[in-house]
């Protein structure tokens, strides 16, 4: 068994390993946006992304979105679920639409 010492040594490095690429990349992103190489309008720099991000979590913008989104996705599912429905009775009642349905050519 490893020691405790040498298990947290461990796993502080592997951390280090996986968010190294993550930061890497955030800084060249943000390096790149503060020189003017990558358009704002493009591609906005982590730090403006971040403050917007602050800005709508603050005002409540992203919560109501949220929800929005889950709602069109759950109407969607539902709506999805209906039309799977009829068509399996269907298909199970009728032997046409049995054969639309499993059209296997």
């Known amino acids: 068994m490893k020691k405790p010492m040498k298990f947290i040594a461990d796993?502080?490095?592997?951390?280090a390993n996986v968010a190294a690429i993550p930061?890497?990349?955030l800084l060249?992103?943000?390096?790149?946006?503060?020189r003017g190489i990558l358009l704002n309008v493009i591609l906005?720099?982590?730090?403006?992304?971040?403050?917007?991000?602050?800005k709508i979590i603050v005002d409540g913008t992203l919560k109501i979105d949220i929800l929005t989104s889950l709602r069109r996705i759950a109407i969607g599912?539902?709506?999805?679920v209906?039309?799977?429905i009829i068509l399996g009775v269907g298909s199970g009642?009728?032997?046409?639409?049995t054969g639309f349905i499993n059209n296997n050519q």
């Open 11 to 15: 796993k502080i490095k592997y951390i």
């Open 23 to 25: 930061i890497i990349l």
């Open 28 to 34: 060249i992103w943000q390096i790149l946006s503060s």
């Open 44 to 54: 906005p720099s982590p730090l403006n992304v971040g403050k917007a991000m602050y």
């Open 77 to 80: 599912y539902f709506c999805r």
């Open 82 to 84: 209906i039309i799977a």
């Open 93 to 97: 009642l009728n032997r046409i639409l």
